[in-house]
């Protein structure tokens, strides 16, 4: 079961979580240029030393948008000035609140693809989110069959070839949303879990390393923000709350 752009909410003033709520934001990243000016100045340091880094001048304005706008979001649920929140990574990069903000049990995620992004926001979950764009993969089911598990790998091969590219980031997706909410990256092993996918019903993690009550905590959840893009959110909570919020540079930040 797919989220289609049609469900995506202009976002209220007052933003709040309650323990199960689970708020999923989905912003297009090719903003205006005095939009890029304002969110530059919100960023840190290392953030615009980042920036600067980028080879193609599209994507470092897509690297501000994504870092600007999450910044303003996280803003509304800290009550910080997105300019004073400060970020710490994980040994693979996932970002998190300082904890000298004061916000500690604020979780998020974020992830963009082209001109796309989406933001997961929860309290005190593991919580990981991925998009990519959908794009034909020559050696899609080498891929699959070196990389995912024999299931997996099966399912795969079995669909029609224009159902594969869509089916392969459909997997690609969850898998990656695991592995964020995890804090691990690619090398952790995509063999390692397992992903279950059945009619009319959002896709599962079935095993983690063999083991069935290990997966049972996990929700995972596909999002379709907008044509040829798919994504993908994973959460360890037993009865998520889904909010759907689209970001728009009309959304009042300050």
């Known amino acids: ?101 004061g916000v500690k049990k604020l979780k998020f995620n974020l992830s963009h693809s082209g001109k796309v992004a989406l933001y997961a926001i929860t309290r005190d979950r593991e919580i990981g989110i991925d998009i990519e764009k959908i794009h034909p993969i020559a050696d899609a089911e080498q891929i699959a069959q070196r990389f995912f598990s024999a299931k997996e790998y099966a399912w795969l091969s079995e669909l029609s070839p224009s159902e594969k590219p869509e089916a392969f980031f459909e997997l690609w ?46 929700f995972l959840q596909q999002l379709t923000p907008v044509l040829g893009y798919i994504g993908a959110v994973a959460v360890k909570a037993d009865n998520p709350c889904f909010t759907y919020w689209q970001w728009s540079e009309n959304y009042i930040l300050s």
């Not at 964020?180 to 397992?194: P, S, T, Y």
Request: charged share 25%; proline share 6%; glycine share 4%.
């Open 173 to 218: 997706t969850c898998k990656e949303a695991y592995l964020k909410a995890i804090g691990e990256g690619l090398a952790f092993g995509l063999d390692r879990f397992e992903i279950l996918f059945s009619p009319n019903k959002p896709p599962e993690i079935l095993t983690i390393q063999g083991n069935y009550q290990a997966a049972k905590p996990w």
């Open 1 to 101: 079961m797919n989220v289609s752009d049609c469900l995506w909410n202009a976002p209220i003033a007052e933003l709040t979580l309650s323990s199960n709520d689970i708020h999923i934001w989905y912003a297009a990243l090719d903003l205006p240029p005095e939009q890029l000016e304002i969110f530059s100045l919100t960023l840190s340091s290392d953030e615009k030393i980042r920036a600067e880094r980028f080879h193609f001048e599209e994507h470092r304005q897509f690297f501000i948008a994504s870092r600007g706008i999450l910044r303003a979001i996280l803003s509304r649920y800290s009550e910080i000035a997105p300019e004073q929140i400060q970020f710490n990574y994980g040994s693979r990069g996932k970002p998190e609140i300082a904890e000298s903000c």
